[in-house]
């Protein structure tokens, strides 16, 4: 079994990285992924574009449903289109949650694995917007780089982390959702 996989490439993501650089204070409207005590995500920033119910421990790891942050897609007019692109491609049948994140420069991902229901139900794709050489992702004791315009499965049940030893912001969209299986996939489509 794979700890991920490259799907696609390609993608032009710059119209996107130009509504985030124009509305900056869009990020940490919603913070509660990263200030709980413990989390992986404190050294990041995040915008959801849909998401939890509710941020109780009980809707956000164990509730299935989903909501679009209204707010969010009209001033990101072009993240949503992405994902429905991206889902069209892959053959997704259900979407769940979709959040862009921020690594900040000179931070990581502490080593987690995603629990509940929630992360039982969906798979976990990243869109990487914003990427530096120094950026890697570690899933099962894997690491890799993902380049910017690329999709990138993983199974997010394995340990996984990130680090940014750069002096650059690493910004990605997490999407999740229901999609055949991934590993029968030997090479990314575009």
């Not at 889902?87 to 979709?98: D, I, K």
């Not at 120094?134 to 996984?160: D, Q, Y």
């Amino acid at each position: 079994m794979r700890p991920h996989l490259e799907l696609l490439r390609h993608l032009d993501v710059r119209p996107l990285v130009a509504q985030l650089e124009a509305n900056p204070g869009l990020w940490n409207r919603i913070a509660i992924r990263q200030s709980y005590p413990g989390s992986a995500h404190a050294q990041t920033k995040c915008i959801f574009i849909r998401g939890p119910l509710g941020f109780t421990p009980q809707l956000y790891f164990n509730d299935l449903g989903s909501v679009d942050y209204q707010f969010e897609q009209v001033t990101l007019h072009t993240a949503m289109p992405l994902v429905e692109y991206v889902c069209a491609m892959l053959g997704v049948t259900e979407l769940g949650r979709v959040l862009i994140v921020k690594l900040e420069a000179g931070g990581a991902v502490t080593p987690h694995i995603d629990e509940g229901l929630y992360a039982d139900h969906f798979s976990r794709l990243h869109i990487v917007l914003t990427t530096n050489e120094m950026c890697l992702n570690i899933t099962g004791g894997r690491p890799a780089h993902w380049k910017t315009g690329s999709v990138w499965w993983f199974n997010h049940k394995l340990e996984h982390s990130a680090h940014n030893h750069e002096y650059t912001d690493r910004i990605h969209m997490i999407v999740d959702v229901v999609m055949p299986d991934p590993q029968d996939s030997l090479s990314p489509q575009i």
